[in-house]
């Protein structure tokens, strides 16, 4: 059993940045890929960033490559988005989510989410 807790959120000027922080309980934190989705308004739920077991290797949306990066710390079971040059379209609550799978972009994937946290960029 995985619970996640995201924060960082909040309202910022397109170009500006934001980090999120999702803290997870539990002591299997470092057996879980993790990732972050987002999701706007009447729109699906969608991939934004995953980051494997150990960290050593990520994978991005093509719509935030270059501008997001995801990082986790296993010794504080802590997965983090560094969300810089943002845009108004990155506007979304984003949820971050665990799996035990290796298909991490696939939501279906992923067993646990956490609440979500709201995001807005104002052009």
């Known amino acids: 059993q995985v619970q996640l807790i995201e924060s960082g959120g909040g309202l910022v000027q397109a170009g500006g940045s934001l980090r999120l922080s999702c803290a997870a309980s539990?002591?299997?934190?470092?057996?879980?890929?993790m990732g972050w989705f987002r999701q706007a308004p009447g729109e699906e739920r969608d991939f934004v960033a995953a980051?494997?077991?150990?960290?050593?290797?990520?994978y991005y949306a093509s719509s935030v490559k270059g501008r997001f990066t995801i990082s986790r710390d296993n010794a504080k079971n802590t997965v983090y988005l560094q969300m810089n040059s943002l845009k108004p379209e990155d506007t979304a609550v984003y949820y971050c989510?665990?799996?035990?799978?290796?298909?991490?972009?696939?939501?279906?994937?992923?067993?646990?989410w956490g609440q979500g946290t709201q995001v807005t960029v104002s052009s």
């Open positions: 989510a665990a799996t035990s799978s290796t298909s991490y972009v696939n939501k279906g994937t992923y067993g646990y």
């Open positions: 980051i494997s077991r150990s960290g050593a290797y990520t």
């Open positions: 539990g002591r299997t934190f470092s057996s879980y890929a």
